[in-house]
């Protein structure tokens, strides 16, 4: 991978990949809220970054102007594959939360505490006695995973796996696509096996409680959600034909090349005729 570019204004040309931003982003966020409190830049193919409470809140719960399709933000995004709710919008949204939230009330919570604590204990037995240890690596990170695997009916152990996926699809695979797509391909085969296993013989654990879920149009819950399959009872919309479309066309073609063939698609009806179509699209 060839080094990336230094940043050379924080308001039109940011980097969340920058050194300086991973080992210490917060003094940027600060001069960014004074200064321009919304950033762009040209880079992951064009981004915005609200950097205030208040703009950021706006963008959450206007679901009419923004989408949650994409989260990460890659130098070239694969193909999307969902992973609802984190990545729907209404009103698909809706089904795949209600589908969650009694795994996640209060009193469903309250059953796992025991074990969290636990899971403290033992981490903090294992480098009380050095004296020290790397709080991020050593305790906060193993917490989230271990208790996961815990609910999801798993090994402890499992945790390391987590962490490793978790380092491959939202950092190495930030500007690595064959590590994302790999690590895509093993999370799903993985689950979907585990998937299959509670089918058969469900036990008091998430993966159980959700192999079992119907969602209300009757679909039954599966490992590797796809809500963009189309069919005549529900099509694709245009805004995904068109992010696929710019999606495959930017492999092969400038990114403004891409878009202007976008544009002139989407104004198809301007052309009059096939002749008139190919000699625009033949003049860039």
Known sequence: MSPRPPVSDWS?????????????????WEALRDECPVAHTG???????????EDVRAVAYDTEHFSSRRIVVRD????RIPAPPITSDPPEHRPAKTLLLPAFTPDAIKRHEPRARDICARLIDRFAAKGG?????????????????HMLGLPEEEGDRFRKWIHEILEAGITEPAILMKAIGETTKYFQAEVEKRRAAPGDDLISYLSQQIYPDGRQFTAREDINAGSSERPIAPSVIEEKFMDNAQRVLPRARAEEIRDLLLDIE???????????LGAG
């Open 12 to 28: 039109t040309d940011f980097d969340h990949l920058d050194p300086r931003w991973v080992e210490n982003p917060y003094p940027i």
């Open 43 to 53: 880079r992951y193919r064009g981004v915005y970054f609200p950097s205030r409470f």
């Open 270 to 280: 301007s052309c009059g005729d096939v002749r008139a179509l190919a000699a625009r």
């Open 76 to 79: 070239q995004p694969p193909p």
């Open 133 to 149: 240890c790397d709080a991020a690596v050593d305790y906060a990170q193993e917490i989230p995973v271990r208790l996961i695997a």
